[in-house]
């Protein structure tokens, strides 16, 4: 960051917080940095790489300056290269009027130095966001009957017991997959599964349509590869939306990840994965 002079970092920093205030679910980090562009004036010195690494002066910059801001739990980052303002994120730029005021109170309170705050970071930070982003580019890339298989080896490895999915030609209708929560359906509830990959998100409409199949001893899943709209997002699990799960590709991931080892063979083939260590900048 000693590239750039903090009054500079700070301008940039405005510019994260003017692109992140609307968006009360984030942005992807990469997103907010090919966008800074359309608001900020670069220099060529600013946009050229920087020695170090293969991003522009102005990337690795930004990406240290929110070092503090999340430290203090004025900005999130989650592992998947997310950013969002959080709530006291908001108060405290209401408060700090100037962003330059606003990047001081965040390393005063840290108690970060900001030469110091290590290089490391940068590189976890842009590989985890990479990762991330060829995970869902490779669900994203599969059809629709893929996307059931997928959703089966995963009940699967849940315990449940799929006795039906939807034939591979089949890409329409509300059902593509019936679960039951043992073998013979003893048990009255079972679990209707919807699966949406049109790579657009799902509307309040198509979630209406979709609890308006559930009978008394159903629950739904609704997994759509596009995500849902923010309307959707504020109403599934209220009101007549309770027995509704909304699944997009983040949250499906992190339910693959905490049965990974309960996967079977066939699964590990359909998602390949590979744990790769790296050091932390944590200890």
């Known amino acids: 960051m000693n590239e750039l002079s903090i009054q500079r970092v700070s301008e940039l920093i405005g510019g994260v917080i003017e692109l992140l205030w609307t968006r009360l679910d984030g942005l992807p980090g990469s997103e907010v940095i090919s966008r800074l562009p359309e608001i900020i004036k670069f220099t060529e010195y600013e946009t050229a790489l920087s ?53 001081l109170g965040a390393l005063r309170l840290s108690e970060e130095d900001r030469q110091n705050i290590p290089d490391i970071l940068v590189s976890l930070e842009t590989i985890q966001e990479s990762a991330w982003e060829n995970i869902s580019n490779y669900i994203r890339g599969k059809n629709t009957a893929e996307i059931r298989r997928l959703v089966v080896v995963l009940f ?42 049109t790579g657009q998100p799902v509307t309040v409409e198509g979630l209406k349509s979709f609890a308006s ?71």
């Open 51 to 103: 020695p170090s690494f293969r991003m522009p002066r102005y990337e690795r910059a930004i990406r240290l300056a929110t070092v503090p801001l999340v430290k203090v739990g004025w900005l999130t980052k989650t592992d998947k290269g997310r950013w969002f303002i959080t709530e006291d994120g908001r108060d405290a730029c209401r408060r700090f009027s100037k962003p330059q005021d606003l990047l």
């Open 213 to 283: 199949i559930l009978g008394p001893n159903d629950y739904g899943l609704l997994f759509s590869v596009g995500g849902f709209t923010t309307e959707v997002k504020g109403i599934v699990n209220t009101g007549g939306y309770q027995k509704v799960n909304a699944m997009d590709s983040e949250k499906f991931f992190d339910v693959w990840i905490r049965h990974y080892e309960k996967l079977s063979k066939e699964a590990h083939m359909l998602l390949p994965l590979r744990t790769i260590f790296f050091l932390s900048p944590h200890g």
């Open 156 to 197: 699967e490895a849940m315990q449940y017991h799929v006795t039906w999915v939807a034939p591979p030609q089949k890409n329409r209708g509300l059902i593509d997959m019936v679960a039951n929560m043992d073998p013979i359906g003893a048990k009255v509830w079972r679990v209707l599964v919807q699966v949406k990959n």
